[in-house]
Nanobody
């Protein structure tokens, strides 16, 4: 079992910045990949950004050049730095953990609200 605890959400004005953190604990087995997904009201959950054990990153086109994903393997933590936020970034953001070895495993955080509004 892996537990994911997200932090850093909240309310921010358009054009502002916000940083999210997600700390994994429990049966952590490397390698593992992590990422951030989001779900806005009335929409399906969508990928925001992912990062592999080897720091290979993937971004949704809608957030590329504005968001930066990173990880600290010593802390089993993934971060998402969000800059130039737009109202359409408003969503519940979910932390994702994937272990491709020793049998596939996937875990999700409970989600954290990010609201971009004046």
């Amino acid at each position: 079992q892996v537990q994911l605890v997200e932090s850093g959400g909240g309310l921010v004005q358009p054009g502002g910045s916000l940083g999210l953190s997600c700390a994994a604990s429990g049966s952590i087995v490397r390698p593992y990949n992590m990422g951030w997904y989001r779900q806005a009201p009335g929409k399906q959950r969508e990928l925001v950004a992912t990062i592999t054990q080897g720091d290979s990153t993937t971004y949704a086109d809608s957030v590329k050049d504005r968001f930066t994903i990173s990880r600290d393997n010593a802390k089993n933590t993934v971060y998402l730095q969000m800059n130039s936020l737009k109202p359409e970034d408003t969503a519940v953001y979910y932390c994702n953990y994937r272990r491709p070895t020793w049998g596939f495993r996937e875990y999700w955080g409970q989600g954290i609200q990010v609201t971009v509004s004046s």
